[in-house]
């Protein structure tokens, strides 16, 4: 069966990445459209964080806003046959400016490694790709679920260049020792980790919100300058955008930290706010402290 569902998502990625750009994504936007009087978990979980998120804006804004942040969803599932199918080369031909670049370069030509963090916002993949592409590039990477799909994806994402390790003490230790040689690290630095240890609460949004503790960890042990980056969705391609993270992100209270890093993904995120991954349960709380934010949904 997961076989049979691999070569199903095989086939899907290399007939969407036929298409031109434009009718993927508008293919992505009917889904969502046909989706979202459904109603389901999906829809309950961004609706009720972009209330957390946003309280200033009226239920009708609110509500356009949930309903773009699923189509924007949509999209980057569309365009993943373009992004992991279509040679580097031809893909490239998509990032239409790049904005920022210079804080990883100089970096690099001072020998000092980057922690690259690219919360989950326009198409985080096409990011890792562009910077692996002029960069020595090395990333941690866990398998899916369905470990039949791993190889497609490992090909896609080293094929501009990055290396891959694992998620594990040793694929860890490679990763220190690179970015202290200078090289860039990508981390996606709004995925709450399953253990309590690897996180603690921070606000983001004006809301507390487990955050996971390993960008600002490497930060301090590696001495590498902290960047943020995103992929953002224009008509015909993409803008790409770093952003020097704020001096409190290399603080050693890991909870001013913390705030520094979630403030940087806040201040990312409102560039192009509907396209945030909403969806995820961006503020459940670890511990728990009382009803979560998501028990009624």
């Known amino acids: 069966m997961n076989a049979l569902k691999a070569a199903l998502i095989r086939a899907l990625l290399w007939l969407s990445s036929l298409l031109p750009l434009s009718w993927a994504r508008s293919m992505g936007r009917g889904f969502a459209f046909l989706y979202w009087p459904i109603g389901d978990r999906s829809r309950k979980i961004t609706e009720r964080n972009i209330q957390l998120a946003f ?17 924007a ?7 993943m046959g373009r992004v992991w199918m279509r040679p580097w080369e031809q893909f490239s031909e998509l990032i239409l400016s790049v904005e920022g670049s210079e804080l990883i370069s100089d970096a690099q030509k ?4 980057v922690i690259a963090m690219a919360p989950h916002l326009g198409n985080w993949e096409v990011i890792g790709l562009y910077t692996a592409s002029w960069c020595n590039m090395v990333s941690l990477y866990e398998p899916p679920k369905l470990a039949a799909v791993g190889p497609i994806i490992e090909k896609a994402r080293e094929r501009s260049g990055a290396t891959l390790v694992p998620t594990d003490s040793r694929g860890l230790a490679t990763l220190l020792k690179s970015v202290k040689r200078g090289a860039v690290s990508g981390i996606l630095p709004d995925q709450a980790p399953p253990e309590l240890k690897a996180g603690q609460n921070a606000p983001f949004m ?7 503790t390993l960008s600002v960890n490497m930060i301090r042990r590696t001495g590498a300058l902290a960047v943020f980056a995103y992929a953002k969705r224009v008509p015909g391609g993409f803008t790409l955008h770093y952003r020097l993270a704020d001096e409190k992100i290399y603080d050693e209270d890991t909870a001013v930290a913390l705030a520094a890093l979630n403030k940087g993904v806040e201040d990312c995120v409102r560039d192009c706010p509907e ?3 909403w969806e995820y349960k961006r503020f459940r709380v670890r511990p728990r402290q ?8």
């Open 55 to 71: 309280p200033e804006l009226s239920l009708a804004q609110q509500q356009q806003l949930a309903k773009d942040s699923l189509a």
């Open 73 to 79: 969803t949509a999209e980057t599932m569309a365009e």
């Open 110 to 113: 001072a020998g000092r490694g």
């Open 206 to 212: 004006g809301v507390s919100c487990f955050t996971g």
């Open 275 to 277: 396209q945030y991954q």
């Open 290 to 297: 009382g009803p979560g934010v998501y028990d009624d949904l």
